[in-house]
Every structure is written in structure tokens, then in C-alpha cells.
């Protein structure tokens, strides 16, 4: 069935360090949606992307949307402890039904 | 209000048991959705109410039912559960399925234990 790749699995940095993580599909995608999920928490909405190439910033959070609409990637700058947490990429694949990403947690020392 | 609400947090049932899982939303969001979640695996997706007809059930044991009695509440009944359904169980909404609206709000989850 339709999945989405999402890499690495896990990352540690110091704080300061950026960070970027990577989402990739075999096929070509309606949308991407990107959730940040702290520890113990649930998923809380990020952003989505939509168009082919799309880019869109908050802060320090750049998403980036493939031009093929197979590939999405997250990139955080100058991280902080609060970014903590695990982040999911989350695909629309045109049936209704919204796949997750495996997610990419992200660890941050001080 | 942008909050989706679940209760219980925790819950704890043996094999036997019958309960209930209840997500509430007054966001007026025309499309549900239950998920479970495993420790450190993303959520799972398990069954889509819109306009409060099911949509979608991705294969879910019948132990797992679900109900949706008006646009603003959704349940999820449970009998027989299996030790292996221990999980975080995770309520979303959204304005509607497709295209640009499907941003999903997550309610806290229910904790469920099953011995």
C-alpha cells in the first residue's frame, strides 16, 4: 500500500544546531502535512503544503514541497530545547485517508 | 473553541470488559477520525466519520466499533479487547476530508491499558 518514508529516525544535536528531516513517497501526493508531537502529548498541526515546489516558512521552521510532489523536507534552525519532540510528515494520497510518516525525533542539549 | 476533548485520559479493562472511548469537538468539523498510536510509532489510522457516516474502516477487529451519534461527538465502543490493543487511542477532526480543509485537530487521547 501507499507509504511515506521519513528519515532519519531519530537525531540528536546541540542546541544552536539546525536540523532537518526528510519525507519521501513513491507516488506523487495530493498534499503533505507536517505534525510536531511532544513527549506525551498528541499531534499538533503544523503546516501544509500543497502546490509543487511550495516552500513555506515560520520562524525558524522551513517546509519545502517536492516539484514532483514525492518529497517534503523540515528544516529547523538554530534549534531550541522546545523543539523537542518527535516530527511526522503526513501525506493525503487522494482516498480520504491520511498516512503518517514513521516521524523523526528530535533530541536537543543545552 | 479549537479544542477536540477525550475522556477518559487513562483507562484500564480486563479481557472482558465493555467500555467506551468519547471525543467531543464544537469546532463544527464535518469529518472525524479515531487513531491509535503505539510507544514511539506514528498514529495509525483506524476509522473516518463525514457527516457522520463512516467512511473509512481500515480493517479494525469488530472488537472496535465505532459511533458516531451527531457532527459534534464521536465514540469507540470496545468488548474482548486483546493485551495487544494496549495504546494511545487519539480523536481528530477536521473541516472536511479533502483538499485544502483537512487539517486535522488531535484531542489529548484516551490511555488504554487492557489486561
Known amino acids: 500500500g501507499q507509504q511515506v518514508m521519513q528519515i532519519p529516525q531519530y537525531q540528536h544535536v546541540q542546541e544552536g544546531e539546525d536540523f532537518t528531516t526528510y519525507c519521501n513517497s513513491s507516488?506523487?501526493?495530493?498534499?503533505i502535512q507536517w505534525y510536531k508531537q511532544r513527549p506525551g502529548g498528541h499531534p499538533v498541526f503544523l503546516i501544509q503544503l500543497v502546490k509543487s515546489g511550495e516552500v513555506k516558512k515560520q520562524k525558524r521552521l522551513t517546509f519545502q514541497f517536492g516539484e514532483a510532489k514525492k518529497n517534503s523536507s523540515l528544516h529547523i534552525t538554530a534549534t531550541q530545547t522546545t523543539d523537542v519532540g518527535t516530527y511526522f510528515c503526513?501525506?493525503?494520497?487522494?482516498?480520504?485517508?491520511?498516512?503518517f510518516g514513521a516521524g523523526t525525533r528530535l533530541f536537543v542539549k543545552a | 473553541d479549537t479544542e477536540v476533548t477525550q475522556t477518559p485520559k487513562h483507562l484500564v479493562m480486563g479481557m472482558t470488559n465493555k467500555k467506551s472511548l468519547k471525543c467531543e469537538q464544537h469546532?463544527?468539523?464535518?469529518?472525524m477520525y479515531w487513531y491509535k498510536q503505539k510507544a514511539k510509532k506514528p498514529p495509525e489510522l483506524m476509522f473516518v466519520?463525514?457527516?457522520?457516516?463512516?467512511?473509512i474502516n481500515e480493517s479494525v477487529p469488530s472488537r472496535f466499533s465505532p459511533e458516531c451519534p451527531n457532527s459534534s461527538l464521536l465514540n469507540l465502543h470496545l468488548h474482548a479487547l486483546q493485551p495487544e490493543d494496549s495504546a494511545l487511542y487519539l480523536c481528530?477532526?477536521?473541516?472536511?476530508?479533502?483538499?485544502?480543509?483537512?487539517?486535522?485537530?488531535f484531542g489529548p487521547g484516551t490511555r488504554l491499558t487492557v489486561l
Open positions: 507516488t506523487t501526493l495530493s498534499n
Open positions: 466519520y463525514s457527516y457522520e457516516k463512516l467512511s
Open positions: 469546532m463544527g468539523h464535518r469529518a
Open positions: 503526513a501525506a493525503d494520497t487522494g482516498g480520504f485517508k491520511t498516512i
Open positions: 481528530a477532526s477536521s473541516q472536511d476530508l479533502a483538499g485544502a480543509y483537512n487539517e486535522q485537530f
